[in-house]
T-cell receptor, first 116, second 114 residues
Framework: AQTVTQSQPEMSVQEAETVTLSCTYDTSESDYYLFWYKQPPSRQMILVIRQEAYKQQNATENRFSVNFQKAAKSFSLKISDSQLGDAAMYFCAYRSRQGGSEKLVFGKGTKLTVNP | ETGVTQTPRHLVMGMTNKKSLKCEQHLGHNAMYWYKQSAKKPLELMFVYSLEERVENNSVPSRFSPECPNSSHLFLHLHTLQPEDSALYLC?????????????FGPGTRLTVL
């Protein structure tokens, strides 16, 4: 079974600085999706960034980028120029592309605090 | 309204009550999901509906009963719940065949069982 591990329950960063959130996963599949979701306090979970495993190039979305290391099964999220609005729970998630499965497997999350 | 909506946003119920959670998606998707989010635990997938048919039920107790009358609506019927069922219940939707893989989430219903 696929598992997703986020080893940092909490992280903090100074406004305008850069922070990296870690995620590792376990799978025997070769083709899959990886995601980072953001859940602000009392607000909706939203997609931050996605990565398809067959793509070697790391995904980027404005200030958010990933470091995808397929062999190491590592998928870290880098937030540059951190803003107060980035404070949230961040969840790493895995989705299989095989067998028509629609299931997302989530990590436990990392709580990010942004200090002014 | 756009996106995925959930009602009610907050619900307090006794163990003998019967209540229902409602989810509606306005994205034209044809797969819908119920997740349970408890403190200190990963999101737990409860049910998956694809093209209005239940395709996955992750060993959820029978006191939770899903219903998907059409591709836009999903319900979670609750009865005889336990205090440990208190959690945030999230609904999500996705297009089955988009190839992009992501799911879109509603704001959740915060459930407290007394």
């Amino acid at each position: 079974a696929q598992t997703v591990t986020q080893s940092q329950p909490e992280m903090s960063v100074q406004e305008a600085e850069t922070v990296t959130l870690s995620c590792t996963y376990d799978t025997s599949e070769s083709d899959y999706y990886l995601f980072w979701y953001k859940q602000p306090p009392s607000r909706q979970m939203i997609l931050v960034i996605r990565q398809e495993a067959y793509k070697q190039q790391n995904a980027t979305e404005n200030r958010f980028s990933v470091n995808f290391q397929k062999a190491a099964k590592s998928f870290s999220l880098k937030i540059s120029d951190s803003q107060l609005g980035d404070a949230a729970m961040y969840f790493c998630a895995y989705r299989s592309r095989q067998g028509g499965s629609e299931k997302l497997v989530f990590g436990k999350g990392t709580k990010l605090t942004v200090n002014p | 309204e756009t996106g995925v909506t959930q009602t009610p946003r907050h619900l307090v119920m006794g163990m003998t009550n019967k209540k229902s959670l409602k989810c509606e998606q306005h994205l034209g998707h044809n797969a819908m999901y119920w997740y349970k989010q408890s403190a200190k635990k990963p999101l737990e997938l409860m049910f998956v509906y694809s093209l209005e048919e239940r395709v996955e039920n992750n060993s959820v107790p029978s006191r939770f009963s899903p219903e998907c009358p059409n591709s836009s609506h999903l319900f979670l019927h609750l009865h005889t719940l336990q205090p440990e069922d208190s959690a945030l219940y999230l609904c999500a939707s996705s297009p089955v065949s988009s190839g992009r893989g992501e799911q879109f989430f509603g704001p959740g219903t915060r459930l407290t069982v007394l």
